[in-house]
């Protein structure tokens, strides 16, 4: 079964620094999600992006953060300058172009030191 | 904030039914209806959607009432292995975002 594919697992990144998270989504699939999850909180949507733009994104996604899909089959996550808050499950999701499930990855567990 | 209400929490014996009810209270004509499930802090893992009429597939059934207002997933066999966290989504379109509650903490018990 197709999968949805995130690196890395783990990052530990100091406060301030810029941490890029990588998805690589299902190759036929139209829109690209991220989403976070902070430790035993709700899953919060961040960003959906289809035809090489950002379709939305939410009030978390503000400046700092930044979305990439730089070649035919990586979608990137970038955080600017980190902040301790930022600590998070992140997970890429993609979805076909009829209606349907979304796919998830099994997350990048980011902590922020 | 989420549109669907869920109970905290459910348990089910192992071998038997699991059956989850949710409130969609807010529905919109256009908007379907979905679960997903998280087993402790993996990815969402998607499970079956519906519009109107009850739904099938490997995993579970869907049940929608007439008038839209609530669902309820079925696990016909639950196994230790369908322990998790629960979420009904009412969502418009393909691309759109999924809004996630607290969902349904289900725990099967041997």
């Known amino acids: 079964e197709p999968e949805v594919t995130q690196t890395p697992s783990h990052q530990v990144t100091q406060m301030g620094q810029e941490v890029i998270l990588r998805c690589v ?8 999600y991220w989403y976070r999850q902070i430790l035993e909180q709700k899953v919060e949507f961040l960003v959906s992006f289809y035809n090489n733009e950002i379709s939305e994104k939410s009030e ?21 300058s980190t902040k301790l808050e930022d600590s998070a499950m992140y997970f890429c999701a993609s979805s076909p172009w009829t209606v349907g499930g979304y796919t998830f990855g099994s997350g990048t567990r980011l902590t922020v030191v | 904030d989420a549109k669907t209400t869920q109970p905290p929490s459910m ?23 979905y679960w997903y499930r998280q087993i402790h802090s993996q990815g969402p893992q998607y499970i079956i959607h519906g519009l109107k009429n009850n739904e099938t597939n490997e995993m579970a059934s869907l049940i929608i009432t007439e008038d839209r207002k609530s669902s309820t997933l079925i696990l016909p066999h639950a196994t230790l292995r369908d322990t998790a966290v629960y979420y009904c989504i009412d969502q418009e379109t393909s691309g759109s975002r999924l809004t996630f509650g607290e969902g349904t903490q289900l725990t099967v018990n041997p």
Do not use: M
Not at chain 1, 60 to 80: A, Y
Not at chain 2, 15 to 23: I, K, Q
Not at chain 2, 26 to 31: A, D, L, M, R
């Open chain 1, 25 to 32: 989504p299902i190759s036929n699939h139209l829109y690209f």
């Open chain 2, 11 to 33: 348990d089910c014996a192992e071998g038997r039914a699991a059956n989850l009810p949710c409130n969609h209270s807010t529905i919109s004509g256009n908007e379907y209806v």
């Open chain 1, 60 to 80: 978390i996604f503000d400046d700092q953060f930044s979305v990439e899909r730089p070649d035919g089959s990586n979608f990137t996550l970038k955080i600017r």
